[in-house]
């Protein structure tokens, strides 16, 4: 079993990983500022407080501890804030990464899995979306990531440094036997919105039913939290064993669109969604939908949860955790 370091694991996806990664055996250290995540989602003892930027802070984690690989989820994930302020996102993103990858080189740390998006391919052509479509972000937030990717590259092609980077598509769900789920603050995905608008009676806003899709709504890919924390284990399994770098799409290849998720939370949770239909959200393709056969082929990975009703019910016990009274 190997020593792995996980940055941002007191995140979303960052703490579903860490709890994979230990109920597989692997040693797990957790580094994380704090500002997005909360310490509650990293298992006792686990867990340092420390910016990226840092690089001292970095080496007295790094120094002596013989990781065998770095699992890099710490970043900045709001698209509309991206655009507001774009500086802020290539700071943590871009730069907080290059001091990773510098302090990782300086003990000796060669493999590397990273926390990508569907956000690099900006407004796809068609979909389903294979990784070898243009990447044309439309964002500073899949631009930073995109940056990134290439910055991998030049590091594997000029170094024997190994990396997998893995483009998610829409992360939802949860691990509530573990207290784990999505805490966005504030929250804007679809699904915590979604049964917020139960939980309250608040309605949701459906952004545009005028898309050309059958029911007019976007259509997402939505992947469960934990099939992309196996995704993350399968990419170090290969990284670990002398696998090749490269970039991996991440999706179940099922897309479903926003009203249908509203009928599968309405399923799942036996209670009406109250939701009201809005104006068009800027920035929103109508269709995406990942083509991840190359990562089901080459890592043997697969997706465990295909059905978006088991999905929404995870984060739904989830919700119902967190507000107790729900
Ligand atoms: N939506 C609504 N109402 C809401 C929130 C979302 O109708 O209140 C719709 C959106 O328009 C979209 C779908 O629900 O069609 C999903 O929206 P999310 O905000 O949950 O997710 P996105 O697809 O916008 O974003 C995801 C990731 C991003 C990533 C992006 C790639 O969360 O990190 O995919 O394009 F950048």
Not at 77 to 86: D, K, M, N, Q, T
Not at 149 to 171: H, K, M, P, Q, T
Not at 187 to 197: D, G, K, Q, V
Not at 262 to 289: N, S
Request: proline content about 5%; hydrophobic content about 40%.
């Amino acid at each position: 079993m190997a020593k792995i370091l996980v940055t941002g694991g007191a995140g979303y996806i960052g703490s579903h990983t860490t709890r994979f990664l230990l109920n597989r055996g692997h040693e797990v250290l957790v580094v994380d500022d704090l500002s997005k995540g909360y310490a509650h989602n990293v298992p006792e003892g686990r867990l340092h407080k420390l910016n990226l930027l840092d690089g001292e802070a970095l080496d007295a984690v790094l120094a002596g501890a013989r990781f065998d690989a770095v699992v890099h989820f710490a970043a900045f994930i709001a698209v509309g804030e991206s655009v507001r302020e774009p500086e802020i996102y290539f700071q943590n993103n871009v730069a907080g990464t290059l001091s990773l990858l510098a302090a990782m080189r300086r003990h000796g740390v060669r493999k590397f899995v990273f926390s990508s998006t569907a956000a690099v391919y900006g407004n796809p052509e068609s979909t389903p979306i294979p990784e070898t479509a243009p990447h044309r972000p439309v964002n500073p937030y899949g631009e930073s990531k995109l940056m990134v990717e290439r910055i991998l590259r030049w590091l594997d092609e000029c170094s024997g440094f190994r990396y997998v980077a893995l483009r998610y598509f829409n992360a939802c769900g949860a691990a509530a036997e573990y207290g784990i789920g999505e805490e966005h603050e504030p929250e804007t995905h679809l699904i915590p919105l979604i049964l917020r608008a139960i939980r309250t009676g608040s309605p949701v806003t459906v952004f545009g039913n005028d898309y050309p899709t059958p029911d007019g709504t976007c259509i997402r890919d939505y992947i469960h939290v934990l099939d992309l924390a196996s995704a993350h284990a399968a990419a170090l399994d290969h990284l670990l064993a002398g696998g090749a770098s490269d970039s991996f799409n991440a999706g179940t290849g099922i897309g479903y669109s926003v009203l249908e998720v509203i009928k599968a939370a309405e399923a799942a949770t036996g209670r009406q969604v109250p939701f009201q239909i809005g104006r068009r959200r800027e920035g929103d393709p109508a269709e995406l939908v990942a083509d991840s056969s190359k990562l089901m082929k080459t890592l043997g990975w697969e997706p465990k949860i295909t059905s978006l009703q088991e999905m929404v019910a995870s984060a739904w016990q989830f919700e119902k955790l967190r507000h107790a009274s729900a």
